[in-house]
């Protein structure tokens, strides 16, 4: 029992001699705190002692890594000839209209001019996008000039093309220029039968519109049967959009 004892005593003798290691979050030095990523702040493993444990943008308070403020939130916060981008201040885009390029210089900023644009949605009511401008669209560039359908072996308008046709007279009147209706069918009949109601199909257009005021000297017909398909597949889909009538400007 002796012998334990002593050997007890020398082993607790020897620990407050050479110290023993202190246990996480308490520390001697940094290596303690490493692998947490931290460092030893008076016996105390912590985030940071200094900004330069931080990484960029933040700062150390109260031993904690905060994001720093931003140096201005307004240009008034620059001073003369500066302004606010992102938080820093930073030297005037312009002094004057001359630095850019066809916009306009507002307190230091280049604001573009009014009628760019990248599509058409930029541009106000009856206004294309055009080479990055918005500019006023012409009354034929408004147009539907998508193919008329017409059922299969039919030369007569249902009321969804007479719709269209509707809308489209409005739109040919107001523009300007001559436009040739090209009747198509479909493959199935002989050649002569399609390219006759072809030609049909492009006379009942041309009559719808000229009933709606029109002029008849600006449409023009043609038929081309069933020569130039725009879809190969001998289905029900690709028969179907081969039975059209086309408008060539």
């Not at 979050?25 to 030893?40: A, L, R, S």
């Not at 541009?123 to 401008?133: K, L, M, P, S, V």
Request: hydrophobic share 25%; glycine share 10%.
């Amino acid at each position: 029992m002796r012998r334990i004892s002593l050997w007890a005593g020398l082993a607790l003798a020897v620990a407050v001699l050479t110290g023993c290691p202190p246990t996480y979050p308490k520390c001697n030095d940094d290596e303690t705190c490493k692998e947490k990523g931290e460092v030893c702040v008076q016996g105390q493993c912590q985030e940071c002692a200094t900004d330069d444990n931080c990484r960029e943008g933040f700062t150390c308070q109260a031993n904690k890594c905060a994001p720093k403020p931003p140096e201005c939130t307004t240009d008034a916060a620059c001073g003369s000839g500066r302004i606010c981008e992102a938080g820093k201040c930073a030297e005037a885009q312009c002094k004057d209209d001359s630095a850019c390029n066809g916009g306009k210089c507002q307190a230091g900023r280049c604001q573009a001019p009014k009628d760019t644009c990248t599509a058409a949605t930029d541009c106000g009511e009856g206004q294309d996008c055009q080479g990055g401008r918005c500019v006023t669209a012409s009354a034929d560039s408004r147009c539907d000039y998508s193919p008329v359908r017409f059922g299969f072996n039919e030369s007569t308008l249902d009321s969804s093309a007479q719709s269209r046709l509707g809308d489209l007279a409005a739109c040919i009147k107001a523009a300007t220029g001559k436009i040739t209706l090209g009747g198509h069918a479909d493959e199935r009949g002989t050649e002569e039968y399609n390219l006759q109601l072809s030609n049909r199909r492009a006379a009942a257009v041309k009559r719808y519109l000229t009933d709606l005021g029109v002029p008849s000297n600006r449409l023009a017909t043609v038929g081309y049967g069933e020569t130039r398909p725009v879809a190969n597949a001998a289905t029900e889909e690709g028969w179907a959009e081969n039975r059209r009538v086309e408008f060539q400007r």
